[in-house]
């Protein structure tokens, strides 16, 4: 897959559209078919930048992908509105890494009580499947470390308000296990879906990015995990159902975060305000004495 998309994405950044159009003169039985999987590589790196809906060749390919069930083909064939700053990376701005540049650039959640209190009484739910679409773009991406993604239900509602490190404190989570200071700060949907998409397309630092086609599903395949969403829901309607959940990224100086080259916190409240989803991610470039990234 790889190579497809490598080889798509170059081909998307060098040559015309109208070139590209040439390539879908004919529509595929089979997926397995030579030269498939690299034009759906190609649809998926045109949506991306606002190109190929609208021809009548690709469309005819991109619908037919969609009858074949490539996993490609569910994606829409437009960059939507949520999706605006993939692959924009503005001067000045990287990761996060510390807790001091977390507070800098997203308004923090104040202490809670009721937040405390609610985090105590809060049940873990497992869902392995889940658990691992949310993961996706980070496996994917070769970060240094599996991330840590568990779900929560809560006996009571709790206020968006108290979704903070007050609540987070008192769940059972590894990634905030010791001493260390701990923020929590309120986002964006648009926010989350580019670290989401960012994750899997640039890679981590001892891994390989996916590519922007690929990148886009696993980002979006995460972001519906995290809301809880069956896989069938349009994407317009996911987008529609952002605003009624509360998202929250998080960070601490504690040993599971690398604190090196890049560290992601997010927990997401879901609008009956009695489900919790986390996930927590860390990279680093820093290596064990036999090769591996250290714990």
């Known amino acids: 897959m790889t190579r497809e998309t490598?080889?798509?994405?170059?081909?998307?950044?060098?040559?015309?559209?109208?070139?590209?159009?040439?390539?879908?003169?004919?529509?595929?039985?089979?997926?397995?078919a030579p030269g498939v999987e690299l034009r759906a590589c190609v649809l998926g790196e045109l949506a991306l930048i606002g190109a190929?809906?609208?021809?009548?060749?690709?469309?005819?390919?991109?619908?037919?992908?969609?009858?074949?069930?490539?996993?490609?083909?569910?994606?829409?064939?437009?960059?939507?509105?949520?999706?605006?700053r993939f692959g924009v990376r503005v001067r000045g701005l990287g990761s996060v890494k510390t807790v001091r540049q977390l507070r800098a650039r997203f308004p923090e959640v104040p202490p809670s009580e009721a937040g405390a209190d609610a985090g105590l009484h809060a049940?873990?739910?497992p869902d392995d499947a889940r658990a691992q679409a949310a993961a996706r773009p980070f496996v994917a991406g070769g970060w240094a470390r599996t991330p840590e993604v568990r779900f929560f239900a809560l006996p009571e509602p709790l206020e968006p308000g108290d979704l903070g490190m007050a609540f987070l404190r008192q769940l059972p989570l590894d990634c905030l296990e010791g001493d260390g200071t701990a923020v929590a700060c309120v986002t964006t949907p648009d926010d989350v879906l580019n670290e989401l998409f960012s994750a899997a397309c640039y890679g981590g630092v001892g891994g390989q990015g996916q590519g922007g086609?690929?990148?886009?599903?696993?980002?979006?395949?995460?972001?519906?995990?995290?809301?809880?969403?069956?896989?069938?829901?349009?994407?317009?309607?996911a987008v529609r159902a952002t605003p009624d959940h509360r998202w929250v990224r998080f960070l601490a100086s504690t040993p599971w975060f690398h604190r090196d080259t890049?560290?992601?916190?997010l927990a997401v409240l879901d609008p009956s305000r009695t489900r919790v989803a986390v996930?927590?991610?860390?990279?680093?470039?820093?290596?064990?004495p036999d090769g591996s990234a250290r714990p």
């Open 6 to 32: 490598d080889e798509a994405a170059r081909l998307v950044a060098t040559r015309p559209v109208r070139e590209s159009e040439a390539l879908f003169a004919g529509l595929p039985d089979d997926l397995r």
């Open 279 to 288: 996930l927590a991610a860390t990279d680093t470039d820093v290596m064990a």
């Open 213 to 237: 086609a690929y990148a886009r599903l696993f980002a979006w395949e995460s972001l519906y995990a995290l809301m809880g969403l069956p896989a069938d829901v349009p994407f317009l309607d």
């Open 123 to 125: 049940v873990g739910v």
């Open 262 to 265: 890049a560290d992601l916190g």
């Open 52 to 84: 190929g809906a609208g021809r009548g060749r690709m469309d005819a390919y991109a619908e037919r992908l969609r009858e074949l069930g490539h996993p490609l083909g569910r994606l829409p064939g437009h960059r939507l509105d949520v999706e605006h």
